[in-house]
């Protein structure tokens, strides 16, 4: 259990887990729990960069970010690997580095189910295997869906989430001028 010394700081973080975020950005869609993160946000818009190194004058739209970058200055390595003498930056930097270590793959297809240590390589996965994220609307795919036997019939994905498209032939025949079968009788689609 979290606990804190003072009032305000629980209201605060009390909006984590209600969901509400009471500042918007004027210039997004954007909302925020805290608004400190909404002024730090206000910067990507208006490209204030207040925090500069002392040593080369690159500037940083928040203080975390120089604070990593004046260690590639110092040389300073915090974050050590727990199964080897590797040493980083920052904290994802090892956290992504030990996965080589461990195995483990949180970042899984939605499409496939392959899984992946990092993310870019499931977002080329997704685009070079799915066609997700490709502009154009739908791509021909073929996926293992939920049959009794995993059965690899082509089916239509959308290139924007991914999802395939069970009921929208007429949609996709719109878009693209071509009919297609979205499933065969050995598929419970």
């Known amino acids: 259990m979290k606990t804190f010394t003072q009032q305000p700081n629980l209201w605060k973080h009390m909006k984590t887990h209600t969901g509400e975020k009471p500042y918007h950005c004027s210039m997004c869609d954007k909302a925020f729990t805290q608004r400190a993160n909404l002024l730090k946000h206000i910067r990507v818009h208006t490209g204030e960069r207040p925090y500069s190194c ?8 928040q203080q975390a970010n120089l604070v990593k970058h004046n260690r590639l200055h110092s040389g300073e390595r ?34 496939c189910w392959k899984a992946f240590a990092q993310t870019g390589n499931l ?21 293992t869906h939920s049959c009794e036997e995993k059965c690899s019939i082509p089916v239509l994905l959308c290139s924007k989430t991914g999802r395939i498209l069970k ?15 979205i499933h065969g009788e050995a598929c419970n689609l």
């Open 54 to 61: 002392k040593l080369c004058g690159k500037r940083f739209t």
């Open 78 to 111: 915090p974050y050590h690997c727990r199964y080897c003498t590797k040493t980083f930056i920052q904290q994802s930097n090892l956290d992504r580095h030990e996965r080589v270590h461990t195995g483990v793959k949180p970042y899984s297809c939605k499409i």
């Open 123 to 143: 977002t080329k996965h997704e685009l070079s295997a799915h066609g997700i994220g490709k502009p154009g609307g739908f791509k021909k795919g073929t996926s």
């Open 167 to 181: 009921k929208l032939p007429t949609k996709y025949q719109q878009h693209t001028g071509e009919s297609v079968e």
